[in-house]
């Protein structure tokens, strides 16, 4: 009976762990892929970030520096990065958490570093998509890359990346899974708006608009809009971004759950 | 091979939860090449001993070796030998079934042919699927289908057919059967009887965390050997005689009107003292059945008849 559906030998045992690189490799596709065909996700993260970049270059009521499509620019990027190492990294964490993924890898051959590896690659991923995507659309709409110094820039959505991402694993990995959606969602839309991210801290009462420039959103912002307008971002800005990626990283490789 | 190690051994294992120990001393022995289950009620502390021996849940006592190496390390080169089907779960949600396979192959050396193996495990119309619109027995069968795509030498099945249908249960079945006989040592947890007796060369029945009894279908099935033999004839017959004339220690009843039933160790000769008693009554015993004792009666005897959470 077994013999009709499976030959002999089918099974015989040949186990062995897969080269590294192809694991990894497999598992970035995979969660990039994964990222870029959510629906959701795709609005979060490129969707309402190219709406905000034409909306802001174009609509001159929302007043901006000159170029406005540099400080627009500035401005989504902030929000993309937030939006994809932050939110969107902190509710597919805590769904996969739910299905119980990691666990899944975790019964692999695969490493477990490379399993953190692979998910920050596919988070990277992303981040690389969005910043190309809306470069182009900007590059469109008249940005002129040379009048700011995109290293700077670069160097700052690396930051960025790497601090909301540690927010985000640290919060995605330890709340259930709605909850994880509820607070991941609230706080998005509250740093958009009180954040930095798109009104910006000189713009914001008092002591908020110190407040900002200690949260990532605001550092990041503030940052960007420093270095795509031409000049060389705070040191200030960077170090913050540094400090939450450090300490919410040390954190969450303490408290994060496979589970 | 000579001299190679068992693919399981535990002894003395004891797991905690909050101070209740889930699995509390529990011994297991699982040979290269053979099927084990694990059977018992739901809580008996069956996940949790497969997940310490998958190396994904730490013990608080015991002795585990998986394929000769401890476990609770999890080093990477035990988990290339070994392949986990969890309890529910293990996919991304959005994952697509063929993604899914893919992506564990791609972490074995010399995998299963993927494609092949979606196909085999009747998944191919949905290959394309996500996970989270998959029907349970779907999902099932892509969590059996990671399990075994990296071609392991030990396979840990828990629960493999519960939401599955017939045709799924042969499906799986057929599967574990293949895996032995291509020298694959298979650890199945089920709360099925039939599905222990049909695949298991051993059985260990647990309850609240301890082996409660252990052995081979037949084992388990003839163990205590109080067999039963029931027949039918006319009502109301005087037994006295029909008990002098059995073996001592066999008894004989009537537990409703013209049904019979003798207790003891049943063999042939006992058989034909029925017969031949019924013959020199001038009845006919009707409807004669030696009743070997199920699974199910020895499970239950053993862990109880109450339901349990």
């Given at each position: 009976m077994s013999a009709a559906r499976f030959e002999a030998g089918t099974f015989t045992p040949a186990p062995g762990r897969g080269p590294l690189g192809r694991m990894l490799a497999t598992q970035v596709a995979l969660e990039t892929k994964l990222a870029l065909r959510q629906g959701e996700q795709v609005l979060l993260t490129l969707i309402i970030p190219l709406a905000l970049l034409v909306g802001l270059s174009l609509l001159e009521f929302v007043p901006l520096p000159e170029p406005r499509v540099d400080a627009a620019l500035a401005t989504v990027l902030a929000l993309a990065v937030m939006s994809t190492a932050f939110t969107s990294q902190a509710i597919s964490l805590g769904f996969d958490r739910r299905y119980g993924v990691l666990r899944r890898l975790a019964a692999t051959a695969v490493p477990r570093s490379m399993i953190v590896l692979g998910r920050l690659g596919g988070m990277a991923a992303v981040v690389l998509v969005q910043v190309v995507v809306l470069g182009a659309v900007a590059l469109a709409l008249g940005?002129?890359?040379?009048?700011?110094?995109p290293g700077w820039a670069l160097l700052l959505v690396v930051l960025g990346t790497a601090a909301f991402g540690a927010v985000g694993v640290l919060l995605g990995g330890s709340l259930r899974a709605e909850l994880v959606l509820a607070v991941a969602n609230i706080v998005w839309f509250v740093l958009l708006f009180a954040g930095g991210?798109?009104?910006?801290a000189s713009a914001l009462p008092g002591p908020l608009a110190v407040v900002v420039q200690l949260l990532p959103s605001g550092a990041l912002a503030e940052g960007l809009r420093t270095a795509l307008l031409g000049g060389t971002p705070a040191l200030g800005h960077i170090v913050v971004l540094i400090v939450w990626a450090v300490v919410a990283g040390g954190i969450a490789t303490r408290t994060v759950r496979w589970t | 091979m000579s001299g190679s190690p068992a693919a399981l051994s535990v002894r003395g294992l004891v797991v905690r939860y909050q101070g209740r120990?889930?699995?509390?001393g529990l011994d297991l022995d699982l040979a290269p090449g053979s099927v084990l289950a694990l059977l018992g009620?739901?809580?008996?502390?069956k996940t949790t001993t497969v997940e310490v021996c998958e190396g994904l849940r730490s013990r608080d006592s015991g002795e585990v070796r998986v394929l000769g190496a401890d476990?609770?390390?999890?080093?990477d080169t035990l988990r290339a030998r070994i392949g986990v089907m969890p309890q529910g779960g293990g996919a991304?949600?959005?994952?697509?079934v063929r993604e899914m396979v893919g992506l564990v192959a791609a972490c074995a050396a010399d995998p299963l042919d993927p494609d092949w193996l979606v196909d085999t495990l009747g998944l191919a119309g949905c290959a394309r699927t996500p996970y989270k619109r998959l029907s349970v027995g779907q999902q099932q069968r892509l969590a059996l289908a990671c399990a075994v795509v990296g071609r392991p030498e030990l396979v840990f099945l828990d629960e493999?057919?519960?939401?599955?249908d017939p045709q799924g249960r042969r499906l799986v079945w057929d599967l574990v059967r293949a895996l032995r006989a291509d020298g694959v040592a298979v650890l199945l947890t089920t709360h099925l009887m039939q599905e222990a007796e049909t695949l298991a060369d051993h059985i260990v029945i647990v309850d609240h965390g301890r082996v409660v009894a252990e052995g081979s279908p037949e084992d388990l099935t003839a163990a205590g050997a109080d067999r039963e033999l029931r027949f039918r004839a006319a009502?109301?017959?005087?037994?006295k005689l029909l008990t002098a004339a059995l073996p001592e220690g066999c008894t004989v009843s009537e537990?409703?009107?013209g049904s019979y039933l003798v207790e003891g160790a049943i063999d042939p000769q006992v058989l034909s003292t029925v017969t031949s008693w019924c013959a020199r009554q001038g009845v006919l015993a009707d409807d004669l059945r030696v009743a070997r004792r199920s699974l199910e009666d020895v499970f239950l005897e053993l862990t109880g008849r109450e339901l349990r959470s």
């Open positions: 940005w002129r890359p040379g009048l700011g110094s991210v798109l009104v910006p | 120990a889930a699995v509390d009620p739901n809580g008996a502390g476990p609770a390390g999890a080093p991304y949600p959005g994952v697509r493999p057919t519960a939401s599955l009502a109301g017959m005087d037994l537990p409703s009107s």
